[in-house]
């Protein structure tokens, strides 16, 4: 989970993310309400290589998530191929 939840002082609702790093949908978005029930996970599926994510924002309306241009691959280490994260 996101080390940056959000909280919607209005709704009382929590917003996160959670990153799985070897399974597609890699981000998904979910949330909890007022009374700390979690919500249905959100896939975003235009997230199609895992990227280093670390915070998001929200809107009244919008959960907006940047997507970088840095890819994580863990095998370029393994394989003495370079850096975990590559532009």
């Keep these: 989970m996101t080390g940056h939840p959000k909280v919607d002082k209005d709704s009382k609702e929590t917003f996160a993310l959670h990153c799985k790093p070897l399974i597609f949908p890699y981000i998904t978005y979910f949330y909890f309400n007022e009374d700390g029930v979690n919500q249905k996970d959100v896939p975003l599926l235009s997230i199609n ?3 280093p994510i670390h915070d998001f924002a929200i ?20 394989l003495g191929r370079g850096m975990p994260v590559v532009f």
């Design 59 to 78: 809107t009244k309306q919008f959960a907006i998530f940047p997507e970088t241009q840095l890819v994580v691959a863990p095998t370029n280490v393994m």
């Design 49 to 51: 290589q895992l990227t």
